[in-house]
């Protein structure tokens, strides 16, 4: 903490005159700076206020507060206070730094709603005074946006509409090129990501059609004032599809090394077959969630079933109802289904051993089967 004079410019901005024998302000918040939009989950900040006394009156012990709300969920995650043991009378200003604040980031897909892999904070600057005489200046306001410090994911899929109908139905020898939208939703500029397409048969055990490996040079981050793109197209070669018999899964994934946060790194999309009904295999006439096997030790194969176009949700949960973490939450065609939970919470940790619950919701639908992690 250390005092300065306050000088003309800045007491103009503050307040031209004084309002009475006891009045402080807090008149800006310093760190963060009031400029900076975002700041990086993970790296220490010393908060910092620009206190001025504009009463006629020296002021002692008094304190100054700094909060950090976390907007989304309405929480405060920091609070500290110190006590100023002196001011001057006006125009004296001092800046106090409070106790060190390492703010959070938070892993999710982004959804429906346009929420993503960051944190809104609302950041409060309060200073109080018993003898107060003028209260409306006593808080500064500011807002930040807290990121990882390297995430890359995929946000999109698009192909050409296929010939046939219904929608998604490809015939054997059909030619599909497949373009990915990544973003870069971390505090820093990427360099060499690998993306990676590939084709799996959804009917044959998962098996590997197809795969192809695409690397993007560079991708600035959002927060940058040379205005470069955070966000790029991918166009893959040419996929030839191999059979009309079965259904098959493209996802798209970034291999980043040292990414704070998987779970925004794939997309996933599928195309169906008329060749299914040929065979006599028909499509799901009900809603159904099956896990083989209920013991892991590494990771969770999930099957679901979809009996026509639904918005399906697929959330782990422990034994005590609490949420650990989303694995699917979009909305998918008439088909059977498949994702994975990898044993990791939504921040990426890994979770205890014990009994976790997995949970599916679709159009009035719910069910839950468990699964017991261990070592």
Same mark, same amino acid.
């Given at each position: 903490m ?5 000088? +003309?410019?800045?007491v ?24 900076t939009e975002?700041? #990086?989950?993970?790296?220490?900040? =010393?908060?910092?206020?620009g206190?001025a006394?504009?009463?006629?009156e +020296? $002021?002692?012990?008094?304190? @100054? ?7 989304d969920?309405?929480? =405060?995650v920091?609070?500290?206070?110190q ?13 106090? #730094? ?11 897909? %982004?959804?429906?709603?346009? $929420?993503g ?14 003898? #107060?005489e003028?209260?409306?200046?006593? =808080?500064?306001?500011d807002? %930040? ?6 995430? %890359? ?17 490809y ?11 990544? $973003?870069?939703?971390g ?22 059609? /197809?795969h ?11 927060g ?9 197209d991918?166009?893959?070669? =040419? ?6 018999r079965?259904?098959? +899964?493209?996802?798209a994934?970034?291999?980043l090394?040292?990414?704070d946060?998987p779970?925004?790194?794939f997309?996933?999309?599928?195309l /169906?077959?008329?060749?299914? +009904?040929?065979?006599?295999? !028909? ?22 079933? %979809? ?9 782990v ?5 609490r ?24 921040c ?9 619950l997995?949970?599916?919701? !679709?159009?009035?639908f719910?069910? @839950?089967?468990?699964v017991?992690?261990?070592?």
């Open positions: 250390k005092t300065f004079l306050c000088v +003309a410019g800045l103009t901005l503050c307040v031209s005159v004084s309002y009475g024998a006891h009045d402080l302000t807090c008149y800006a918040m310093i760190e963060p700076d009031t400029g975002w700041i #990086e989950a993970g790296v220490p900040i =010393t908060p910092t206020l206190i006394n504009l009463g006629e +020296a $002021e002692t012990n008094f304190p @100054v507060e700094f909060i950090a709300i976390d907007e969920e309405g929480d =405060t920091f609070a500290d206070t006590i100023v043991d002196y001011i001057g009378s006006y125009p004296d200003s001092i800046e106090v #730094e409070v106790g060190e604040w390492t703010p959070d980031g938070v892993c999710r897909d %982004v959804g429906w709603n346009n $929420e892999p960051w944190v809104e904070y609302a950041l409060l600057g309060i200073v109080s005074l018993d003898l #107060e003028e209260q409306t200046n006593d =808080t500064v306001r807002y %930040v946006t807290c990121l990882f410090s390297h995430d %890359v994911g995929v946000i999109d899929m698009v192909w050409p509409e296929p010939p046939d109908e219904p929608p998604d139905v015939d054997e020898g059909s030619k599909i090129t497949i373009t990915a939208t990544i $973003e870069n939703f505090f820093h500029v990427e360099h060499d990501i690998h993306v990676r397409m590939e084709v799996r048969d959804l009917d044959s055990n998962n098996v590997e059609l /197809w192809a490996l695409k690397n993007i040079k560079f991708l600035d981050w959002r940058n004032s040379a205005g470069n793109p955070h966000t790029i991918v166009c893959f070669p =040419t996929y030839d599809v191999l059979t009309d079965h259904s098959q +899964a493209l996802s994934s970034t291999e090394v040292n990414d946060c779970d925004d790194d997309e996933v999309s599928f /169906w077959y008329p060749g299914i +009904a040929e065979e006599g295999v !028909a499509l799901p006439d009900c809603f159904a969630l099956e896990i083989p096997g209920n013991t892991i030790s590494a990771g969770c194969h999930v099957k679901f079933t %979809v009996p026509h176009s639904s918005w399906v949700k697929v959330d949960f422990d034994v005590d109802g949420w650990v973490k989303s694995i699917e939450n979009d909305v998918f065609e008439p088909g059977r289904h498949s994702c994975s939970w990898d044993r990791c919470d939504a990426g940790r890994k979770v205890a051993t014990g009994v976790y997995v949970r599916m919701e !679709a159009d009035g719910d069910a @839950v089967r468990k017991v992690v261990v070592n």
